[in-house]
């Protein structure tokens, strides 16, 4: 048995994240078998032990790759400090799940710096049903953005089928300067309770508000949980292919 | 050429199941042994991360269009060996099958492009 297939194994275990000792030790089993294997193979081709070793390694492929590859298909959560996280609660670079949380986010409750999906908070969101962030498309709901347009769109700068806002263009708009097809107290009940509670809520202190009850604490939660990923990391030995 | 030619992983999207089930339908084998299976046959065109066959394999697996069971390899270690199951049988003849008509497609369309 080698140290330093151990060592690599031990890193491709680490980012694999299996929580079943029984699904662990199969999963080692197998990649030791294709790794010794492949060591006597460059070996009965004339390498060196050591040269077989790291050759065999370097064919099996980073640890980083091939453990993220490992984690079960669509966990509770997963937590990722490179790619593309997949789970319920997704945490990552790029996440993709219920409840998406990264650099950029796709999910039914996404969080991101580009947020994509049903109800989205972000820089950049494109939803279908909710955005509130910097820019946001909402074609079906509300966007409640800086700039952006939706079937209504509240903020800034915005254009909607119903749209209110300090500059606003819409079938029915209001604004501080509006571009209105037709007078906004025409527009239909629904609509108008959303902007009546736009208008009359102030802006300033609803953003603050959301800002405390929901962005602050998801952002401190994602960034708490991929703190401890990158500690569980560091853990091990970092030195093999690194 | 086929020789010279680069497989991107787009263009294995999705077919690598295919391959692996084309080399399992030939009988059992391991890991290892059907990493190598498929560079021969490729003549090292088709060239996988070692270690990113494996979780291809095992959601096959959880699929069920493989079937696994350990045994002891010639040197002692254990081994995990895949099978086809009937399930993997169907899957394989059907997508056989759509490559067939894709090609055939593809080359009335292409003609003496594909060649050159």
């Known amino acids: 048995m080698s140290q330093v297939i151990e060592r690599y194994l031990d890193r491709v275990m680490l980012y694999a994240n299996r929580k079943s000792e029984h699904e662990a030790t199969a999963i080692r089993d197998e990649q030791r078998d294709h790794l010794m294997s492949r060591v006597e193979e460059c070996e009965a081709e004339g390498l060196a032990r050591e040269e077989a070793i790291f050759r065999a390694i370097e064919l099996h492929g980073h640890p980083r790759t091939v453990g993220y590859r490992l984690r079960p298909r669509f966990p509770w959560v997963d937590v990722r400090s490179h790619g593309t996280a997949r789970g319920v609660i997704a945490i990552g670079p790029r996440a993709v799940g219920v409840f998406a949380f990264g650099g950029a986010a796709f999910g039914v409750f996404a969080i991101g710096g580009f947020a994509a999906g049903l109800f989205g908070i972000g820089g950049f969101v494109a939803t279908l049903l909710f955005a509130w962030g910097g820019f946001g498309i909402v074609p079906a709901g509300v966007a409640y953005v800086g700039m952006g347009a939706g079937l209504i769109a509240v903020g800034g700068m915005v254009a909607g089928v119903v749209a209110h806002g300090g500059l606003a263009a819409g079938v029915w708009a209001e604004g501080g300067r509006e571009f209105s097809l037709y007078a906004a107290d025409t527009a239909p009940g629904w609509a108008r309770a959303i902007t009546d509670m736009a208008r009359d809520f102030d802006m300033l202190g609803g953003m603050t508000l959301c800002m405390i009850a929901l962005f602050i604490p998801t952002l401190l939660l994602t960034l708490w949980m991929q703190h401890r990923e990158q500690r569980r990391l560091a853990a091990s030995d970092p030195w093999l292919l690194e | ?116």
Do not use: C, F
Not at chain 2, 68 to 83: D, E, F, L, Q, V
Not at chain 2, 89 to 98: P, R, V
């Open chain 2, 1 to 116: 050429m086929v020789s010279v030619m680069r497989l991107n992983k787009k263009t294995l999207d999705g077919n690598i199941e295919t391959l692996l089930l084309a080399v399992l339908s030939e009988g059992p084998s391991y890991g290892y042994q059907i990493v190598r299976e498929l560079g021969e046959r490729t003549g090292g065109v088709l060239k996988l991360g070692e270690g990113t066959v494996y979780p291809v394999l095992h959601r096959m697996q959880e699929r069920g269009l493989i079937a696994a069971r350990w045994s002891k390899g010639p040197s002692g270690r254990p081994r995990k060996y895949y099978r086809v199951t009937r399930r993997g049988g169907t899957a394989l003849k059907q997508n056989a099958q759509q490559w067939a008509g894709l090609v055939e497609v593809m080359q009335s369309v292409l003609g003496d492009a594909a060649a050159g």
